[in-house]
């Protein structure tokens, strides 16, 4: 045998494997895929995903199934995921909290998002709007205005609360840095949900909050509660008469999140590839983009995985300084 049949002889079996091992690669998903939202129903995260889906599945060929773990400040979901099977059966819908502020929020985090997540695609950017409560306040007391909150909120230390959906969430370290930065006591309350949290300001059984711009917007036009300012340096296209920070006059501080799909950490690169199509594909659906703006949370679309996993680097290197100076890191 010439030393080029042998070559021939030695590489046939890998020409033979080659097509196998795309059309294997190709078949994923074979079964139903399960996306992992680590708060409770009803809030942005879970309605943003669900709202994806049925978009998600058609592109896959498979169904997309929303599984609601709350728990832990979000997580208990993320950690699920974390320690499952990396084979592209379940992914997580985190947050900047449940990832980069995370890292930092907790001593004991039982994994490390940066090295236990494989980063998939970024889905939504998150501006939030403050908004409080037309109850729950003494009689003679009416917040119209941000500076009629720091007013109150000042004179009235540990009297006043804040609600949020988990220690370490986004709405959570927004209204702990806007106490911080105005100089008051306030008490924060977690929710499960920011369902919860939303109820619970209109009932008044919290004073303010911060949450997604469109999730606010229907209590506000009926006057159950007021939003005082979006925390964006221009005005939200959902709330145009809500002004920014700026314009009411409020120091500047961080308050913002972003929504994205992990994996486990060993998840292989096609599965994260396609997946990630999958999310371009329906971010760029029309209606779901419209859908979502509406919401005051616009698609973040064009990130690859690597991408989007140096973004999520980059945000906790911004985060960890404000997560140690608001006092919130958990042991």
């Known amino acids: 045998m010439t030393k080029l049949t042998r070559r021939a002889a030695l590489a046939l079996p890998l020409a033979l494997a080659t097509p196998s091992l795309s059309r294997a690669q190709s078949r994923w998903p074979s079964q139903p895929v399960r996306i992992v939202v680590p708060f409770g129903a009803g809030g942005g995260t879970d309605v943003t995903i669900r709202l994806m889906a049925p978009k998600m599945s058609t592109f896959l060929g498979q169904p997309v199934v929303v599984e609601n773990r709350p728990g832990a400040g979000s997580t208990l979901g993320t950690d699920y995921v974390v320690r499952s099977p990396p084979d592209g059966s379940v992914f997580v819908h985190a947050t900047l909290s449940s990832t980069g502020i995370a890292k930092v929020m907790y001593k004991n985090l039982p994994y490390d998002p940066i090295k236990d997540l494989a980063a998939v695609a970024p889905t939504v950017f998150v501006p939030l709007v403050l908004a409080v409560s037309t109850k729950g306040w003494p009689p003679g007391v009416d917040i119209r205005t941000a500076a009629d909150l720091i007013k109150v909120l000042k004179a009235n230390p540990g009297k006043f609360q804040f609600g949020h959906n988990g220690i370490g969430a986004s709405g959570h370290l927004a209204s702990q840095n806007f106490a911080t930065k105005i100089g008051a006591e306030v008490v924060n309350v977690p929710y499960r949900s920011g369902a919860e949290t939303i109820t619970a300001l209109v009932k008044g059984e919290i004073q303010y909050m911060h949450d997604i711009t469109g999730l606010l917007k229907p209590f506000m036009e009926s006057g159950e509660v007021r939003c005082l300012f979006v925390t964006s340096d221009e005005r939200s296209a959902v709330m145009p008469s809500v002004p920014t920070w700026k314009e009411a006059g409020v ?12 994996g486990p950490a060993a998840t292989p690169d096609h ?25 005051g949370t616009p698609p973040m679309p064009g990130y690859s995985p690597q991408q989007f996993a140096d973004y999520v680097a980059k945000e906790t290197e911004i985060w960890g300084p404000l997560v140690r100076a608001s006092g919130a890191v958990q042991d």
Not at 251 to 262: N, T
Not at 271 to 295: F, T
């Open 251 to 262: 120091p500047q501080y961080q308050a913002y999140s972003w929504f994205g799909l992990f």
């Open 271 to 295: 599965i994260r590839n396609r997946m990630n199509a999958a999310v371009e594909d329906a971010l760029a659906d029309p209606e779901i983009a419209k859908r979502l703006a509406d919401m």
